[in-house]
């Protein structure tokens, strides 16, 4: 079962999707929280798997929630759910670690897709949005042929433990990769690596 909490300003919101999720074999809403301290408490309490978190809300927005759950939570999926389709919106989230970003004009069924999307340890976007440009180097360039490997299942959102298993090497040799590829890339962290993996899927 995939349990899911929403934080959601809007009780309306939640209560809509609520009462459609619930037709759901396998996704049951176990919280639901209105600002981002509230959202801190209820992962801290019921340990969602998933979490569809708005960007704006009081008290706590969601960036800075984000970066508390995966730090607290790290098993926990952080999917931005919001109105929000700028760049940078995009971008801060993503480097807060966020797995998904869908908006909240997309139909019911992308908000499901994304939940099953992410609970399988993958990354959900959603088609509406544009994942911003980068003008790093090229990663053709100055990654390694392994690293460019690693680059792909990242891509598409494997974990390190299940990179190392499909390449039949360490853990610890696959987070040193990362650590390269972030240097190498002049990037400022894993949510940066992984956003410069998503935007550049099909060129390696």
Known sequence: MITVAIAEDHQALIDGLASYVKYEDDITII???????????????RRPKVVLCDIRMPIMDGIEATKFILKEAPQTKVVAFTMFDQDEAVKQMLDAGAHGYILKNSSLDVVLEAIRTVAEGKTYFDKKIHLPDTEKNSSKSVLSSREREILQLIAKGHTSHQIA???FIGKSTVDTHRKNMIR????????????????????F
């Open 184 to 203: 190498k890339l002049g990037l400022s962290g894993a949510g940066e690596l992984l956003r410069y993996a998503v935007e550049r899927k099909y060129e």
């Open 31 to 45: 919280g639901q929280a209105h600002n981002g301290e509230e959202l801190l408490q209820l992962v801290r309490a």
């Open 165 to 167: 298993d499909e390449l």
